[in-house]
């Protein structure tokens, strides 16, 4: 038999109700979270990425974000990402309804672009555009469906 000094010390009702209440509010949060769908409350967001197959017969949809530049006739792909765009893809991604409702939006990608390449020649008009790809067996076929999401010409 262990002494009594080597005994686990019990918990305080005032700990126990902590320690609880705790579990009992991330827990909440969690199951909330998978009502909403909502990745909002991260970590314990819905994950709804990984809640489901993916059909292997269906599409691949990406967004990202292309920009004219003076004295260029076609405009080209910018990053989505904090070192190219200071704004990551999943950010664009999380509030892709309004980008697309309200493109003025971009002008805080153009502007932070800006400061990020100040030495560099500036995009006169952003594209927010969307690839879609279909797929047959897991496998791409085609050429992609490309859609124009949102644009914006750049305010300086």
């Known amino acids: 038999m262990p002494s009594p000094s080597a005994l686990p010390e019990r918990l ?14 991330c827990v909440t949060v969690l199951i909330a979270a998978q009502f909403v769908d909502t990745d909002d409350y991260f970590p314990l967001g819905s994950l709804s990425q990984y809640g489901a197959p993916k059909d292997l017969n269906g599409s691949v949809r990406s967004v990202y974000l292309e920009a004219r530049f003076a004295g260029e006739n076609a405009p080209r792909g910018l990053g989505l990402s904090h070192r190219s765009t200071g704004v990551a893809r999943g950010e664009i991604e999380g509030q892709l309804g309004r980008f697309v409702d309200d493109p003025s939006l971009l002008q805080a990608i153009a502007d932070a672009y800006a400061e990020l390449r100040p030495d560099r020649p500036q995009p006169q008009v952003l594209y927010l555009r969307r690839s879609v790809q279909q797929l047959r067996d897991g496998r791409v076929i085609g ?3 490309i859609l124009t999401l949102a644009e914006w010409t750049v305010q300086r």
Do not use: I, N, Y
């Not at 305080?12 to 009992?24: F, I, N, Q």
């Open 143 to 145: 050429a992609p469906h």
């Open 12 to 25: 305080s009702r005032r700990s126990l109700t902590w320690r609880l209440s705790c579990v009992l509010a």
